[in-house]
């Protein structure tokens, strides 16, 4: 869940919404904001998140500054450089929520608003985020274990690409809530696609009671078939999130449906509702409910819908 480096953190940081074109863009003070995440190599759900950001930054004349890092306390930092080049806001996500819980009241604590997305959504008020965009990932997890039930499914087998991160954690255990089946929990490393199926596949064959594998982001998905193919066996896969790749994939059958939460949303949605904070004092929520942007599935019945958006690279 593309990741990037600074200097002193080993994450990697671009400045963007400076090109886009004057005509549109609001007529308000330019702002910086510093959007923060704690994205995977190679991640394309984070594209999404960073393209709907620059949609937003382009329209609200905002100096959008992007970082990212997987590790919490390389995370925290980014966060504190941005604090220190006193940004006028910070978009940020919570994956492992104590680790940011410093940073963000010194931003606070510095006068600088804190929206969160897509992870974290459990410890917003905690952290004193300001407004959160983004899923209930328990809620999410219990709906798509739900649909499990419909499917007739007996057996899943959710896969959790990174131990301990919040919003993964949340999915798996609403799945287990949601479902009437059996559910295992399989821990793998998303930055080592051939040891991610090899241990899909291990674990296929090990259990051949296995009758559907859960996937937690779209680059997972594929690699899961491959496991199955791998492992001779029956089972089907869904996953969360989505790509263009993940479209096909559906529109042909080999995955069954998938989760949307819409990242492209969550990422123009935090930075937009910094430049409406800091410009009219708006906030969503009533400053305590969370703003959500799924879940909505999508099958194959539905698929072709967002298919063109998806081809855009927005969906």
């Known amino acids: ?123 917003r008020k905690k952290l004193g985020m300001l407004e959160y965009f983004g899923q209930d990932e328990n809620i999410a997890g219990q709906a798509f274990g739900q649909r499990l039930n419909q499917i007739g499914a007996k057996h899943a087998l959710c896969v959790i690409q990174e131990q301990g991160q919040v919003a993964l954690e949340s999915r798996c255990a609403g799945l287990k809530k949601g479902f009437s089946g059996k559910t295992d929990i399989l821990y793998v490393n998303d930055t080592d696609m051939p040891s991610v199926k090899s241990t899909i596949t291990a674990k296929l064959k090990q259990d051949s009671s296995i009758d559907q594998v859960v996937t937690l982001g779209a680059p997972i998905a594929p690699t899961a078939v491959q496991s199955l193919s791998d492992a001779g066996g029956k089972a089907k896969v869904a996953t969360f999130d989505l790509n263009k790749d993940l479209v096909s994939a559906i529109q042909k059958g080999t995955i069954e449906f998938t989760v949307d939460q819409q990242p492209y949303l969550q990422g123009y949605l935090a930075v937009d509702a910094l430049w409406l904070y800091r410009t009219n004092g708006n906030f969503s929520g009533g400053g305590a409910a969370p703003v959500l942007t799924g879940p909505t599935f999508i099958t194959k019945d539905n698929v072709d819908s967002v298919a063109k958006f998806a081809a855009k690279g927005t969906r």
């Not at 949609?55 to 905002?62: E, G, L, P, V, Y």
Request: aromatic share 4%; glycine share 12%.
């Open 1 to 123: 869940m593309a990741t990037g480096c600074s200097s002193s953190t080993g994450g990697k940081k671009a400045e963007e919404g400076d090109a886009a074109a004057s005509a549109g863009r609001a007529d308000t003070p330019r702002m910086t904001v510093a959007m923060v995440t704690h994205a995977s190599p190679g991640d394309t759900f984070w594209d999404l998140i960073r393209k709907g950001a620059q949609a937003a930054a382009a329209k609200d004349n905002i100096k959008l500054v992007y970082s990212s890092d997987p590790n919490a306390g390389n995370q925290a930092n980014l966060v504190q450089n941005a604090i220190d080049q006193k940004v006028d806001g910070i978009a940020l996500t919570a994956a492992k929520p104590q680790a940011m819980k410093d940073v963000i009241g010194k931003a606070t604590s510095a006068g600088i608003p804190v929206v969160g997305f897509n992870s974290g959504v459990g410890d």
